[in-house]
């Protein structure tokens, strides 16, 4: 089925420095989402994006989904101690329309003080 | 205040034993998802359930086994531990229609 691909795989940021993590599709996605997991915990969700070239922000996050909704961002301004974790991006497949998520494999952040 | 638990959270076992994994919400979710995480691997999907007496195979659904007698529950099941189901389990939920799947606190398994 569909995959989708997230680079980097691993991110090491200096506190106060942005960066900027990718989901990629090979075929069109119906929807994106994200997912954020601190060391030791739970995925926890943080964002969903359906239409084309859609930008959300949640504070220093920002949320883009491409005009042909076959990737997607998420940009972190002034990344702070607490950005630290892996980051998800995952998809509904559009077989199945219940509610079953595909993810990426995540992009592991390390922040250095 | 509504939420899902897993048990145990630690666990060691032997290889060839059976193990069962609890899963527990109490939203009243009709979605259910059991997946494993390993280290560059992500997110994989094991078994999923869309309502009670209903289950269904993911990608990874070799050597596992779920029930769903009610909606709160999917236990998960080993039914012969090997060493390569050491991992992290996490079980999710999710209402029908709804954007976000919550996920419990997760069992870490160790196969000896």
């Known amino acids: 089925g569909q995959q989708v691909m997230q680079i980097p795989q691993y991110q090491h940021v200096q506190e106060g420095e942005d960066f900027t993590t990718y989901c990629n599709s090979s075929?069109?996605?119906?929807?994106i989402q994200w997912y954020k997991q601190r060391p030791g915990g739970h995925p926890v969700f943080l964002i969903q994006?359906?239409?084309?070239?859609e930008v959300k922000k949640q504070k220093r996050l920002t949320f883009q989904f491409g005009e042909a909704k076959k990737n997607s961002s998420l940009h972190i301004t002034a990344t702070q101690t607490t950005d630290v974790g892996t980051y998800f991006c995952?998809?509904?497949?559009?077989?199945?329309?219940?509610?079953?998520?595909?993810f990426g494999a995540g992009t592991q952040v390390v922040v250095t003080p | 205040d509504a939420e899902i638990t897993q048990s145990p959270r630690h666990k060691i076992t032997e290889t060839g034993r059976q193990v069962t994994l609890a899963c527990h919400q109490t939203?009243?979710?009709?979605?259910m998802f059991w997946y494993r995480q390993d280290l560059g691997h992500g997110l994989r999907l094991i078994h999923y359930?869309?309502?009670?007496?209903?289950?269904n195979k993911g990608e990874v659904s070799d050597g596992y086994s779920v029930s769903r007698s009610n909606t709160e529950d999917l236990p998960l099941t080993l039914e012969s531990a090997a060493s390569s189901q050491t991992s992290v389990y996490f079980c999710?939920?999710?209402?029908?229609?709804?954007?976000?799947?919550?996920f419990g606190p997760g069992t870490r398994l160790t196969v000896l």
């Open positions: 075929t069109t996605l119906s929807n």
């Open positions: 359930s869309y309502g009670v007496h209903d289950t």
């Open positions: 939203w009243n979710h009709n979605n």
């Open positions: 994006l359906v239409k084309s070239g």
């Open positions: 995952g998809y509904l497949m559009t077989t199945d329309s219940w509610g079953k998520l595909q």
């Open positions: 999710a939920s999710r209402k029908r229609g709804q954007d976000t799947q919550y």
